[in-house]
């Protein structure tokens, strides 16, 4: 019905328990991945990276763009993680090595909306930050029946857009991200961008993949940036200490036991290496 419409689910979990309840849906994902019209994000959850331990940031993309490689054949190039706030210095390395493209982030960052982020080491990704929050399209009333809050409200977001990209020499493109927290795609979205577009209203607007969005910024001389992005909810994350530290001694403790079970493995004949118990660990 909507040939423009394009989708990213942001975690592959996501995409793995849909698969799980309709596996009859499987050739028919796999089509619109191949055209582009779906993606799917490399990451298996949204992670709080300042509070994860560095194997299980790797195993984020083991479990997910991996699975979607494998189940789905097409490679996810982008990773979303709008939330939560924070960002660890080392993530830019970690997605260059696995072939991500790009990265998308909202909660509590600041500076230019996109950018190229460096690691210690020079790798880098490209970053774009979702100006007015990941559920911009909501506030923009994009979401609404008809177009009167988008009227009211687009030249206010064009603006801060224009700021951002004079003061940081950006090119003259705003990501409008359309979808909050457990929230469905809306055909109102597709239709209110038809009845924009048709009446020639400032900016034109198109529905994009994430894909496209981060090859069409690819080239261009943008800012870069290095270090860790500090998250200011610092209270959420005091909040959750009795998860975040048990989660951080037991990342140790796991790669610890898949070490000597790997070296059992070589030396006794009759040992067998427990693949699921692991996976069903980290997962």
């Not at 596996?23 to 779906?38: A, D, I, N, T, V």
């Not at 993309?61 to 789905?72: D, P, Q, R, S």
């Not at 996109?114 to 009333?141: C, F, I, N, Q």
């Amino acid at each position: 019905k909507y040939p423009d419409f394009h989708f990213c689910m942001e975690h592959t979990l996501a995409v793995r328990e849909y698969l799980r309840r309709n596996p009859e849906k499987l050739e028919s994902l796999r089509k619109l991945m191949r055209e582009g019209r779906f993606e799917a994000g490399g990451f298996y959850t949204g992670p709080w990276e300042l509070t994860s331990g560095a194997e299980a940031l790797v195993r984020q993309l083991y479990f997910g763009k991996l699975w979607v490689e494998k189940t789905l054949g097409v490679a996810p190039l982008a990773v979303w993680n709008v939330d939560v706030a924070g960002h660890t210095a080392q993530l830019p390395q970690i997605l260059e090595k696995a072939g991500i493209k790009g990265l998308v982030i909202s909660a509590g960052s600041a500076g230019p909306s996109l950018m190229r982020w460096k690691a210690r080491d020079g790798s880098s990704v490209l970053t774009w930050r979702t100006p007015w929050g990941y559920g911009a399209s909501a506030t923009l009333g994009l979401r609404d029946k008809g177009l009167d809050k988008a009227i009211l409200e687009m030249p206010r977001y064009v603006e801060e857009v224009r700021r951002n990209a004079a003061e940081y020499h950006l090119p003259m493109l705003g990501l409008i991200a359309d979808g909050s927290d457990i929230q469905s795609p809306a055909e109102q979205v597709v239709e209110n961008i038809r009845q924009w577009n048709t009446e020639k209203r400032y900016p034109p607007m198109i529905y994009s993949s994430t894909a496209a969005l981060f090859a069409a910024v690819e080239k261009e001389p943008l800012p870069e940036a290095a270090g860790e992005m500090p998250s200011p909810w610092d209270t959420v994350q005091s909040q959750g200490n009795e998860c975040f530290m048990p989660d951080r001694r037991l990342d140790g403790q796991v790669l610890a036991a898949e070490k000597f079970a790997a070296c059992a493995s070589l030396v006794v004949p009759s040992f067998a290496y427990p693949q699921e118990e692991f996976e069903e660990i980290w997962a």
